[in-house]
């Protein structure tokens, strides 16, 4: 659950879905506490950097160890994809964009991981 907010050093530029966003600290928690983890916002420290999107849950069977944030990379570009919050079997996913798309069938797809 992202019932308590998670603090990120992300050390690239990203983008969740269509919004760039620089590297930096984040938070990252529930847009509203009444729509659960359905809605999330991501915050830069200094708020000027912020993006609020729909998430889908994503399962495991064993619980992640350490919260995790995981990106598809394509060359140089980096797309956060999963938020995995510590002690959980539950992730959030986030769409895959037009420009992930397009990217993804161009090349090969690595996979980065900013560790919380």
């Known amino acids: 659950s992202l019932q308590y907010k998670l603090t990120a050093n992300i050390p690239f530029d990203f983008t969740v879905m269509d919004k760039k966003l620089p ?37 495991t069977r064993d619980p ?10 394509y060359g140089n570009e980096y797309f956060l994809y999963e938020i995995w919050p510590a002690g959980g079997q539950t992730g959030r996913a986030f769409p895959k964009s037009r420009t992930e798309r ?9 996979v980065a991981r900013v560790i919380l």
């Open 23 to 59: 590297a930096g600290k984040y938070s990252i928690g529930r847009a509203q506490n009444s729509n659960g983890d359905l809605v999330i916002q991501i915050a830069s420290a200094d708020r000027r950097d912020s993006v609020t999107r729909l998430t889908i849950p994503v399962l």
């Open 64 to 73: 992640v160890k350490q919260g995790v944030l995981v990106f598809h990379q």
């Open 102 to 110: 397009e990217l993804e069938r161009k090349g090969d797809a690595q």
